[in-house]
């Protein structure tokens, strides 16, 4: 079974700029939780997306936003970049809303200039 | 608010020497509690869960509900254990939203 796919796997923007970022989950996996890596702050969860609906949301502001497809692939795009938004986005794909078992993706490295 | 806590940012021990990792966390209801693991240059991946009270690659982690705390130990230690180790809570509201500690560096001395 092929594991969590993201892409692009790395990303350069400049400040100002938006950026999307695509996950796909395990096939047969419907919650997708998004959670961006940062040395300062470590892992922080975004947000997670269940058949289409955004079930839950991490403390970020609205720049950061989600969605998810009838297939279950899902996006996330930040509008108006920061340094600061600078970081690894990872991607987790569970089978149930509340399958606690989160398989990871190997993440989309972006650097904002 | 939840939070969990692994005071060692770096570890060090020999190899066949015990290990422990230390991980607290607050939270005020029920908590699930993981480790996940990173070895250098692979994914994140769950290493165990309190739940399952089992025992992954000789690493155990005991819940003490009355310390907060949810430790890894082994008693061993090899090589192939060195990697990124994290501790995990999850609030069971139906949702997939893990909160983890900032990692512990764990590295096994030949």
């Known amino acids: 079974k092929a594991g969590v796919t993201q892409t692009p796997r790395y990303l350069i923007k400049t400040r100002g700029q938006q950026v999307t970022l695509s996950c796909s989950p395990i096939?047969?996996?419907?919650?997708v939780s998004w959670y961006q890596q940062t040395p300062g702050q470590g892992l922080q969860f975004l947000f997670e997306y269940f058949s289409e609906t955004q079930r839950n949301k991490g403390n970020f502001p609205g720049r950061f936003s989600g969605r998810q497809f009838s297939n279950s692939r899902s996006e996330m795009n930040v509008s108006t970049l920061e340094l600061g938004d600078s970081a690894l986005y990872l991607c987790?794909?569970?089978?149930?809303?509340?399958?606690?078992?989160?398989?990871f993706g190997p993440g989309t490295r972006l650097t904002v200039t | 608010a939840q939070r969990v806590t692994q005071p060692e940012k770096l570890l060090s021990v020999f190899k066949g020497a015990p290990v422990e990792l230390k991980c607290n966390y607050s939270y005020s209801g029920s908590p699930e509690l993981f480790w996940y693991v990173q070895y250098s240059r692979q994914r994140l991946q769950l290493l165990l869960r309190h739940i399952s009270r089992e025992s992954i690659k000789g690493f155990t982690a005991d819940l003490n509900k009355g310390e907060t705390s949810f430790h890894l130990k082994k008693p061993f230690a090899q090589e192939e254990d060195s990697a990124m180790y994290y501790c995990a809570l999850s609030v069971i509201t139906g949702a997939n939203n893990l909160f983890f500690g900032t990692g512990t560096r764990l590295t096994v001395i030949p």
């Open positions: 096939s047969g996996h419907r919650s």
């Open positions: 987790a794909s569970s089978l149930e809303l509340a399958g606690l078992e989160q398989y």
